[in-house]
């Protein structure tokens, strides 16, 4: 929690690129079998004039681990956000995942969502 407060903070001293990056709240749509796993690459596009840094990429969800780019993204460079599902604890059914983006962008959040389908 404290690690979070601090990105918070941190977020919201530093410079932000003019721009917002190019995630818009996806959603992503995913079948997975019961105990299979996936990686999702979502790429990101820095479309502002300064470096876009990606402070963290937060889950809401045991289920899914999110890696964000570890350098800041240069003007029109593209990185991936990888986001690994496992269903090994899910329930067969449907349910969404949702993750949080923070950023150096005037909005500093945005999310993705995972409509994630779990089948037997």
Do not use: W
Request: glycine residues 4%; contains cysteine.
């Amino acid at each position: 929690m404290k690690i979070t407060l601090f990105l918070l903070f941190l977020a919201s001293m530093v410079y932000h690129t003019g721009k917002p990056f190019n995630i818009k709240d996806e959603n992503i749509a995913i079948v997975l079998k019961h105990g299979a796993k996936k990686k999702v690459v979502v790429p990101v596009k820095n479309a502002g004039e300064m470096p876009l840094i990606i402070y963290d990429v937060i889950s809401m969800c045991g289920c899914t681990v999110a890696r964000a780019p570890k350098l800041p993204i240069k003007k029109n460079e593209t990185q991936p956000i990888v986001l690994e599902v496992n269903s090994s604890n899910r329930a067969v059914g449907k349910g969404q995942v949702f993750i949080t983006v923070i950023a150096n962008t005037p909005n500093k959040y945005s999310k993705i969502v995972l409509n994630l389908e779990v089948v037997k």
